[in-house]
């Protein structure tokens, strides 16, 4: 038999971050579709020729149109105006939002908003700045402000291991933060963490700080649960809702 040819191994082509100007026009050459676009450039009146296409479904489930990202306040100008039409068009509005932004930015968007959904990751400010690298100090503040303009707040308690998991002392000074906020803490959504997204960034070249964090399942978190439910008169969950009742 003839001597078999030893196979090379082939190094396959690789995209140097670095050099990326995000052109995309690595991806209309690729003959074979390897590479794709994960966003596009839309209007207004784009987004909302989308959304309006499912307008009874909001009449029927009392859901509607919810601005998040990514985050919206870094945005605010474009946030402004996506929250004005969906008023204009009738809709239930949601803001969701880390609250890391500037209040005068952010309170005439409050005029256009039903129901804000707030981030609150970690209490502790020497945590906050480890973990997510900047002080929870604005976030705070936002949060007093934004309970005093009177709009709904439901907030938002992803929940992950070595940052606020084991801890029941959490939940609890989570209890003591809501009352200080008042009536307009509507609900308090305990946020399971999940790895979905690990394989989205390694599509992008990037490696998620979190990866190789272990998932929380909701009977881990029931404690958590029990004690916040117990603390007041909002509505608490795990894993936050599909639709938001409208009052």
């Not at 949601?94 to 005029?111: F, Q, R, S, Y």
């Not at 940052?163 to 959490?170: A, I, R, T």
């Not at 690990?198 to 029990?226: S, W």
């Not at 916040?228 to 008169?233: M, N």
Request: glycine share 8%; charged share 30%.
């Amino acid at each position: 038999m003839p001597d078999e040819k030893e196979i090379e191994a082939i190094d396959p082509p690789r995209i140097d971050r670095d050099k990326c100007t995000r052109c995309m026009k690595c991806v209309d050459a690729c003959v074979f579709e390897a590479l794709k676009r994960v966003s596009t450039l839309k209007t207004v009146d784009d987004i909302f020729e989308e959304v309006m296409k499912d307008d009874l479904f909001y009449k029927s489930s009392g859901g509607g149109f919810t601005v998040s990202g990514g985050e919206p306040l870094m945005h605010p100008d474009m946030t402004l105006t996506l929250l004005k039409r969906a008023k204009k068009e009738g809709l239930h509005t949601v803001l969701d939002t880390c609250g890391h932004a500037n209040w005068k930015t952010t309170k005439p968007i409050l005029e256009y908003v039903d129901l804000v959904m707030l981030d609150i990751k970690c209490l502790d400010k020497a945590k906050h700045k480890k973990w997510v690298g900047v002080s929870n100090r604005l976030i705070l503040e936002n949060a007093e402000k934004l309970a005093r303009s009177n709009v709904r707040i439901r907030l938002r308690l992803p929940i992950i291991h070595s940052v606020n998991f084991w801890d029941l002392q959490y939940p609890k000074d989570i209890v003591k933060f809501a009352r200080s906020l008042g009536k307009n803490i509507v609900g308090i959504d305990l946020l399971p963490f999940h790895s979905f997204a690990a394989k989205k960034y390694g599509n992008i070249g990037r490696k998620g700080y979190f990866d190789n964090f272990p998932n929380i399942y909701k009977e881990e978190l029931e404690d958590y649960k029990t004690i916040i439910s117990r603390g007041g008169p909002w509505q608490t969950t795990i894993g936050g809702l599909i639709g938001v009742e409208q009052k």
